[in-house]
Structure formats: C-alpha cells, structure tokens
C-alpha cells in the first residue's frame, strides 16, 4: 500500500507548464529571430497564447475547489480485482 | 531581427520575393487540431456512461481535469509548433541570389544559397488534384554550383514563380558578363 497527498500531481502539471512555457518561448524565439513578426504569424501567436490561457485560466476555475491534502491510497491488492476506481 | 540581417544582405541587393508554402497545405494540420480537439468530448461521454465515478469521485475527478488540461495545451503547442516550422520554411528570391531556408523540428534548420546567374534550368511541377485545383506545386531548380539541384516544395503558382526566377537569372547573368569584359583600371 502507498499513501501520498494529491497535490503531487499539482506540482506534476506544474513541470508540464514550465515545459510548454520553454516551448513557447524557443518557437517564438525563431520567429523573431528570422524576422518572421508578418500580419500572420501574429494572429496565429495571438491566437495560440490566448487559447493557453483560457485553457490554464478553466483549469484554475475548475480545481480551485479540490483539497490537496486529500490523501491517496494505492491499494496493490485491490489494483487486480476489476475494481473500477484502479485501486484508488 | 530583421531578415535583410539575418541573410546578411548585400548593399546593392534588395529582396524581390519572399516566398512561403502555400498556406492551403496548412488545412491538413488544421483538421487534425479540430479532431484532437473533438476527441476528448467523445472521450467523456464514454466514460460517464462507463465509470460514471471517475468523473465524481473526489480524487479522480481533479486527476481528469489536470489530465485534460495537459492533453489541451499539448494539442495546442504541437499545432503551434508546426506553424512555425511551416511558417519559417523561406524562400528568398533577391536581385542577386536566392536562399532557401528550410526549418527541419525545433532545433535544426538548413540554409541553401545559389547565385541567381549559376541557375541553369528550373522545373514546375503541379501533381494531383488539390495542387491543381488550388495552384500550388514544386520547384527544381538546377544550378552550376556545389548544390546541384533545389527542391522547393507546395510554393504558390510555381509556373509564374519559375518565369520570374528566370528573368531575374536572365538580368544577373547580364550584369555578371558585363562586369566580367570591362577593362580593369
């Protein structure tokens, strides 16, 4: 059996977003470099960081409720039984 | 950065045509943003039939929306990246040469630079039936330099583009031989 508090996966999406905040910033890094800043390629980066946020802006609303500190049980010996919640 | 800097562009040259993949080859990417945006719903309606607990229980239902969450921005960053790498593939058509700027991924880029007056033929090519029906195909352009062929693929009206590089071949190669019989002082 394994105990350990949700907000693991927090810190999880946490990484993630500092990933795609290097990714962002690498692809705009390229367009400015090669003085590719047109009409178009500022739409679509307009559009693409709009959409980021309204997507980190639904999560936020979503999880504001949710206690952290809720611990989670993985119960190996339950993880076999055809328990719908995976030993959860 | 301006791309005049970028090529290192020369006093007397200015840029003529700055030529991208025909935004029409872009639909496809398009599309499957849509349908991987689109999956996820026929997902939730899956499982609410058949785990209607994950989508309540008090643990799996914040791991569902970070999941998602994760699934949305990943579907977003990989539409955006391929823009860009679509958007950075360049051709560059100036009064004396012309570089071919090819983004391959992230992280590796070629550049390919051919003076206008080694062009020795260039082909057009449309093939297939959106390329015709929306006028987009592929350019070969042969030289006789140490890269002997360019291939330029999905460029806008590559008929009227090959004339142009033509012309423009045609007129260097008269500067370069006119330059090349005058007396040196």
Redesign the interface.
């Known amino acids: 059996m394994i105990t350990f508090p949700l907000y693991i996966f927090l810190f999880i999406y946490l990484l993630f977003l500092l990933f795609l905040v290097f990714f962002i910033t690498i692809n705009i890094y390229h367009l400015v470099h090669m003085g590719n800043i047109t009409f178009v390629s500022t739409v679509i980066t307009i559009l693409f960081l709009s959409y980021t946020v309204l997507i980190i802006f639904w999560t936020a609303q979503q999880l504001l409720p949710v206690d952290w500190q809720t611990p989670i049980i993985i119960n190996f010996a339950n993880l076999f039984t055809g328990n719908p919640n995976f030993g959860i | ?6 090529i290192h562009q020369k006093s007397y040259e200015h840029i003529v045509y700055k030529v991208r993949r025909d ?1 029409i080859t872009l639909l496809p990417a398009i599309f499957g943003f849509i349908l991987l945006l689109a999956a996820p719903f026929g997902a939730y309606f899956l499982f609410s039939k058949i ?1 209607p ?2 989508l309540t ?7 569902t ?2 999941f998602a ?2 699934y ?2 990943s579907v ?2 990989f ?3 391929y ?2 790498n679509f ?2 593939d ?1 051709l560059i058509i100036t009064n004396d040469r012309l570089l071919h ?1 090819n ?1 391959i991924g ?1 992280f590796a880029r070629s550049i390919s630079e051919v003076d206008l007056y080694k062009i020795q033929d260039i082909t057009s090519k449309i093939d297939g039936f959106f390329p015709a029906l929306f006028k987009y195909g592929d350019l070969l352009i042969q030289t006789a330099g140490t890269q002997e062929k360019f291939m330029i693929y999905n460029v806008p009206d590559p008929e009227g583009l090959r004339q142009i590089i033509l012309d423009l071949a045609e007129e260097d190669r008269k500067f370069h031989s006119l330059n090349s019989t005058q007396p040196t002082p």
């Open positions: 950065m301006l791309l005049s800097t970028y935004l785990f607990s994950l229980n008090s643990i799996t239902l914040p791991l929306i970070l969450s994760i949305f921005l977003g960053l539409f955006y990246t823009f860009v958007y950075l360049l700027i983004q992230m």
